[in-house]
T-cell receptor
């Protein structure tokens, strides 16, 4: 089966940089995705890494190291609206199902 | 362009009752999914449909059935609801070969 580990909570101040880590154990790994979910809302897609390295999308970047089974989401210039839960997810296995981590609750303080 | 639409948004059931959660997408996606989300946990896949006419079990299928009615619609049925099925249910869709899932707004279900 698959398992993903990410911190349950992270707190940072407005304007700061925060990194949310994700380690995974899986077979037949295809790639690592990140989703954002505000309280009471639906998850929304942020990024996907299939290859090693850094992908940048505006203030958000995502990194993957396949050899270390590790990735992270980097949020720069934090804003209050970034307060949300962030989930890493892996697509793996013969059925290529998407499995989600338990999520990291990010709180941005003024 | 509504994206993924789920109904109802809220539902309260008594143990043993049945109900169907409806989901429709207008993005012409082939793949559709049903997830449940419990407090402090990520989303767990119940069932998915890679294309019209096919359905497959996910991680937690017990107690649920699904129907891929056509390319747009994918419904989730609870035949005999149990308190353990109290959860928030999300429907999602995607195109094969892409990693971007589009989620509906969710259904908050309570089974008493």
């Amino acid at each position: 089966g698959q398992s993903l580990e990410q911190p349950s909570e992270v707190t940072a101040v407005e304007g700061a940089i925060v990194q949310i880590n994700c380690t995974y154990q899986t077979s037949g790994f295809y790639g690592l995705s990140w989703y954002q979910q505000h309280d009471g809302g639906a998850p929304t897609f942020l990024s996907y890494n299939a290859l090693d390295g850094l992908e940048e999308t505006g203030r958000f970047s995502s990194f993957l190291s396949r050899s270390d089974s590790y990735g992270y989401l980097l949020l720069q210039e934090l804003q209050m609206k970034d307060s949300a839960s962030y989930f890493c997810a892996v697509r793996s296995g013969s059925a290529r199902q998407l499995t989600f981590g338990s999520g990291t609750q990010l709180t941005v303080l003024p | 362009n509504a994206g993924v639409t789920q109904t109802p948004k809220f539902q309260v059931l008594k143990t043993g009752q049945s109900m169907t959660l409806q989901c429709a997408q207008d993005m012409n996606h082939n793949s559709m999914y049903w997830y449940r989300q419990d407090p402090g946990m990520g989303l767990r896949l119940i069932y998915y449909s890679a294309s019209e006419g096919t359905t497959d079990k996910g991680e937690v299928p017990n107690g649920y059935n699904v129907s891929r009615l056509n390319k747009r619609e994918f419904s989730l049925r609870l035949e005999s609801a149990a308190p353990s099925q109290t959860s928030v249910y999300f429907c999602a869709s995607s195109e094969p070969g892409t990693e971007k899932l589009f989620f509906g707004s969710g259904t908050q279900l309570s089974v008493l």
